[in-house]
C-alpha cells in the first residue's frame, strides 16, 4: 500500500514557476513508476509526466514544452514537479500518482496508476 499526498500548488502569475512535491509512504515506493497528471475545470484529466524507478522521465511534450522537469529522491520517498513559464492553461488540479509495478515502465494511461494522492491546486493568473 502506498500514500502519497501533494503539496507545493498555490497561485501564481503568468511566467512564474513552482515546484510541486509528492510525498509518499511504503516501502516499495523505490520501485514504483510515478507520474503526475493534471485536471482543468470541465475538462479530463491529462497526463503531465512520469518518471521510472531509475529515474527515466517522460512527458507530455505538447502541453509542458520543456517546462516542467520532473524528478525523485527515493532515499526521501519523494517526487518533484519543477514547473517553469507557467500560463493560464497550465491553471488545474496537480495529482501525483503510482503504478504499482516494481520496476516496470512508466504509462500515460491513468488507469494504470492504482495509488493516487488528493491533488493540489496551481492557479495562474494573468
Known amino acids: 500500500q502506498v500514500q502519497l499526498v501533494e503539496s507545493g500548488g498555490g497561485l501564481v502569475q503568468v511566467g512564474g514557476s513552482l515546484r510541486l512535491s509528492c510525498a509518499a509512504s511504503?516501502?516499495?515506493?523505490?520501485?514504483?513508476?510515478m507520474c503526475w497528471f493534471r485536471q482543468a475545470p470541465g475538462k479530463d484529466r491529462e497526463f503531465v509526466a512520469a518518471?521510472?524507478?531509475?529515474?527515466?522521465?517522460?512527458y507530455d511534450v505538447d502541453s509542458v514544452k520543456g517546462r516542467f522537469t520532473i524528478s525523485r529522491d527515493n532515499a526521501k520517498n519523494m517526487v518533484y514537479l519543477q514547473m517553469n513559464s507557467l500560463n493560464a492553461e497550465d491553471t488545474a488540479v496537480y495529482y501525483c500518482a503510482a503504478r504499482p509495478t516494481p520496476y516496470g515502465s512508466t504509462s500515460r494511461d491513468s488507469q494504470e496508476y492504482d495509488y493516487w494522492g488528493r491533488g493540489t491546486q496551481v492557479t495562474v493568473s494573468s
Open positions: 511504503g516501502r516499495t515506493f523505490s520501485t514504483y513508476p
Open positions: 518518471i521510472s524507478s531509475g529515474g527515466r522521465s517522460t
